[in-house]
C-alpha cells in the first residue's frame, strides 16, 4: 500500500518534524519510536540513540479494526509514543489507530525521508587555522562534510547534491563567496555536490588520482594532484594522496589545524578497502591504506585533528559536538592504528559490515556515467553510510 493510499485517521493527529525530534534526542530527553515500516527496512536503517527506545511493528498489523492483543501490548501506553515511516502517509495511519485507543502518540513528518533532510553545521572549536570552520552533519546516514571560510571566500568539502542549496544560503548569510567544492574521492553512500556547484559558479574539485576510475566530467572541473594547494582567504588546503578505501583517495589539511580524511580514517574507525575492486582486490587496497595511514596521516603533529567524511552509531562526539578527534588520541584508543601491516590488513578483512545500499549505481552516478534527477539521487542514497571497516573489532578495550 502506497502511502498516499491510507485513510485518514478519524481523530487528529500531530506531527512532529524531523528537527523537532532531532531537537529532542540532543537535549537528552528519553525517546520513545514506533517504526511501522517493514522489519528488512527496520534492521538495515533506523533512528538509534542511547536515550532512544525504538520498537518495529509493521503498518499492516493496524490495517484490521481488531487488532491483536499482543501488537498493543508492545507499545507503551505510559509515555508519549512517536509514529514513523518512510514517508509519513503510514505513521499517521498507525498513529491515528492508536490514538483512537487512548494512546498519547504523534506522528514524524515525512517519515524516514523527512529525517534524511536533516543537516545540522557545527562549529570545530580545536581548529585553530586561519578563519572558521564548520563541520556539516547528516544524522540520518552519517555523512559529514566541511565548510571553511576567512576573509570573504569559504571552500566546502565532501558536499551533498541534497544541500547544495543549502550551502550557497549559508554561504550568503556569512556573508563569503563560496570558491571552491571538493570531493575526497569518488563517493559510494552519497551523491555528490561538486559538479552541481560548479554548475552554480562554484569551483569544482576532484582528486586527480580519481579521474582515472572513469570520471567522465573531468576536463570540465579542477583536479588536485598531492601537493596542491587551495588558498581561501588567508587560510590553505593542502592536497594528500592517502589511497586505500580507493586508488583516488585524497584527504585535505586544512591550515595545518584539520585533515579531512574523506573515508579513509574516522574517529572510530578506518576505511574498509572492497569497494573499488571488490573481495579480490581488497587485500592490495588495504596494504595501501596501512601505508596512507602510517606515512601520510599519522606521521602528522598529535594535535592535528581528524575529519572523516562519516561517523557512526559507535562514534562518540566531541566536546563541541563534531567528530573531530587529535591524531594522538585516536593512535591512544584505536588498536588498529599501532599494528603491523599484516596484523592490519588481517583485522580490516575480517569483519566487514554490508556494502552501502545501492552503491554501484551511486559510484556510477558520481563517475557521471548515470544520470540521475534530483528526486531518483535522494532516494539512491536513504539508509547507512557502511564506508568504514567494523568498528567493534578496530576500537581498543
Given amino acids: 500500500m502506497d502511502a498516499d493510499e491510507f485513510p485518514t485517521p478519524d481523530v487528529e493527529v500531530e506531527s512532529t518534524a524531523p528537527n523537532e525530534l532531532k531537537d529532542r534526542i540532543d537535549a537528552g530527553e528519553d525517546v520513545t519510536l514506533l517504526d511501522a515500516r517493514m522489519e528488512s527496512d527496520y534492521e538495515e536503517w533506523r533512528i538509534d540513540g542511547e ?14 479494526d481488531a487488532i491483536d492483543d499482543d501488537v498493543l501490548d508492545r507499545i507503551p501506553d505510559d509515555r508519549e509514543v512517536t509514529v514513523l515511516c518512510a514517508k509519513g502517509g503510514a505513521s499517521e495511519y498507525v498513529a ?59 571552500a566546502i ?10 550551502y550557497r544560503d549559508d554561504a550568503d548569510e556569512l556573508g563569503v563567496d563560496l570558491k571552491y567544492a571538493i570531493d575526497t574521492h569518488v563517493h559510494a553512500d552519497h551523491i555528490s555536490g561538486v559538479r552541481d556547484l560548479d554548475a552554480a559558479g562554484v569551483e569544482g574539485v576532484i582528486p586527480e588520482a580519481a579521474v582515472g576510475r572513469g570520471v567522465t566530467y573531468a ?56 569497494l573499488e575492486e ?21 606521521s602528522l603533529p ?8 562519516h561517523f557512526s552509531d559507535a562514534a562518540v562526539p566531541a566536546d563541541d559536538g563534531t567528530y573531530t578527534a587529535p591524531i594522538g588520541e585516536l593512535v591512544a584508543e584505536m ?32 563517475l557521471g556515467q548515470n544520470a540521475v534527477d534530483d528526486e531518483e ?8 553510510n557502511n564506508c568504514a571497516a567494523s568498528q567493534e573489532s578496530l576500537a581498543g578495550d
Fill in 219 to 274: 576536463d570540465e572541473l579542477t583536479t588536485a594532484e598531492d601537493g596542491d594547494t587551495f588558498e581561501v582567504g588567508d587560510a590553505t588546503i593542502e592536497t594528500v594522496h592517502t589511497p586505500g578505501h580507493t586508488t583516488g583517495m585524497t584527504s585535505y589539511l586544512v591550515d595545518g589545524s584539520l585533515l579531512a580524511t574523506g573515508d579513509g580514517l574516522f574517529v572510530e574507525s578506518v576505511a574498509r578497502p572492497d
Fill in 51 to 64: 536515550n532512544v527506545t525504538s520498537i518495529n511493528v509493521p503498518y499492516f498489523e493496524f490495517l484490521d
Fill in 157 to 166: 568539502i565532501d558536499p551533498l547534491r541534497a544541500f547544495t542549496d543549502r
Fill in 335 to 366: 588498536d588498529a592504528l599501532t599494528m603491523d601491516e599484516g596484523e592490519f590488513v588481517d583485522l580490516i578483512l575480517s569483519d566487514m559490515p554490508p556494502r552501502p545500499a545501492n552503491y554501484e549505481d551511486i559510484i556510477a552516478t558520481n
Fill in 96 to 154: 491515528g489507530t492508536l490514538a483512537e485507543r487512548g494512546y498519547d502518540v504523534d506522528h514524524l513528518e515525512d517519515g524516514m525521508n523527512g529525517w534524511a533532510r536533516v543537516y545540522e553545521a557545527v562549529e570545530v572549536d580545536r581548529y585553530d587555522g586561519a578563519g572558521t570552520l564548520l563541520q556539516y552533519q547528516r544524522p540520518s546516514s552519517g555523512c559529514l562534510g566541511y565548510l571553511l571560510y576567512h576573509d570573504g571566500e569559504a
Fill in 377 to 384: 539521487a535522494f532516494t539512491l542514497e536513504l539508509g547507512p
Fill in 302 to 309: 598529535d594535535d592535528t585533528l581528524i575529519g572523516g567524511a
Fill in 278 to 298: 571488490g573481495d579480490e582486490g581488497a587485500p592490495d587496497a588495504a596494504r595501501m591504506l596501512y601505508e596512507s595511514l602510517q606515512e601520510r596521516v599519522l
